[in-house]
């Protein structure tokens, strides 16, 4: 039996937090895979290593690169003497200017989980196996998953115990290269998929995934299991501990993750589960409606009227074939008998684009009216809870009503895990309060 355990940022920090890494690992026997990011933030106005070595890369001067990468090796050292360790990293800090690949930005920045790593198997008696023997990317620059896992499993099968950096991995053209910020949960995912772990433990500096956003409501309660499938809706909508792309490789291998701190290792954290494990019973969890309430600002909605629109064949066809053209994003398209919103998201699209696409569709739709409304949130209302049961939609209207938001729009799937409603941005606060008291507490 093997767990997968990956240490983030803060985790990683200082010699203190690295302690309380070690002291997680060696309690459970299990713990035999360990996957962790560069040292992070150690106060809010600190910098994280990644950050200084990215400053490194974009510093143009010879003396300004010696004098940062300094200040990086300053920050290992420091560690290393912090844990009263035995470990010489000269070699290792020589290279990152003056080796073979000194010359590539994502070798260098990739550099604070590869020391890291060196840190952690040291200090506890691990292998140190390195992310560019295991991590490979294809061709198109996105991760090959095939043999990546072939390559995981081969080599951590012969490692009884060992330390994998994050975020990086080889490229097709054999140089490192890095996931996008954040990529270390999705090596996390790797490694626990290669090993078969019975689960993922992502450590972070939270308590777990909460139910809504903390900066909208104060201590909003943790949630203590949630499915892949409410997670993505979840995330989709901004809630984020986790990088979208870790969720995949384990999800698909059916290993439950578990988000957990490292500064409060008796908390339980968050489980997230397969549906089908849910309904099997494998894991169980309380009886509510909803399990979170996630949400984002700033989306576009235009609203076109015509009459007859419903029996003209493909009015709605013609809409979306001028937002694929103009490559603008649909989120939601509610339709009446003579009326349909187009709900956008505009992020990328410039003002004029959008501009250009009402026109179009002036032009090609002949509507009677469109009319263009900018600054709509909406709002995602997700568990599976709500399916078969009644008043669900009540209550989150009621509950809406009572806080004086006006809705604009409201989407509910077929699937009845989702209820989607939009509101103007100034309503978006209260709105998240508002559902949060009639739900959960
Ligand atoms: N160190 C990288 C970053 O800051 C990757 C990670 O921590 O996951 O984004």
Known sequence: MAKALKFGGTSMANADSIRKVADIIRSDPEARYVVVSAPGKREPSDTKVTDMLIALCNEPSAGGKRRLLSEITGRFDGIIEGLGLDLDLSADYEVILGGEESDSYDYIVSRGEYLSAKVLA???????????????????????????????????????????????????????????????????????????????ENWTDVDGFMVCDPRKVKNPRIIEMLTYRELRELAYMGASVLHPEAVFPVNKAGIPINIRNTFNPSAKGTMIVCYEDLERGTYKRADHVITGIAGKKDFVGVSIQKEMMNSEIGFCKTLLDVLYEKRIRLEHMPTGIDTV?????????????????????????????????????????VGHGMSNTKGTASRVCGSLYNAGVNIRMIDQGSSEMNIIIAVENEDYDKSIAALYGEFVG
């Open 341 to 381: 919103t187009l709900i956008i998201d505009p992020t990328g699209v410039t003002d004029e684009t959008l501009e250009e696409a009402v026109m179009e569709i002036r032009e090609r739709c002949r509507p009677n009216t469109i009319e263009v409304h900018k600054g709509l949130s909406l709002i995602a209302v």
């Open 122 to 200: 040291a200090l506890l008696g691990y292998e140190f196996v390195d992310a560019a023997d295991i991590v490979r990317f294809g061709r198109d620059g996105r991760l090959d998953d095939d043999k990546t896992q072939r390559l995981a499993s081969d080599r951590l099968r012969v490692a009884v115990k060992a330390v994998v950096p994050g975020f990086y991995g080889r490229g097709a053209d054999g140089r490192i290269k890095t996931f996008s910020r954040g990529g270390s949960d999705v090596s996390g995912a790797i490694v626990a998929k290669a090993v078969g772990a019975t689960v993922y």
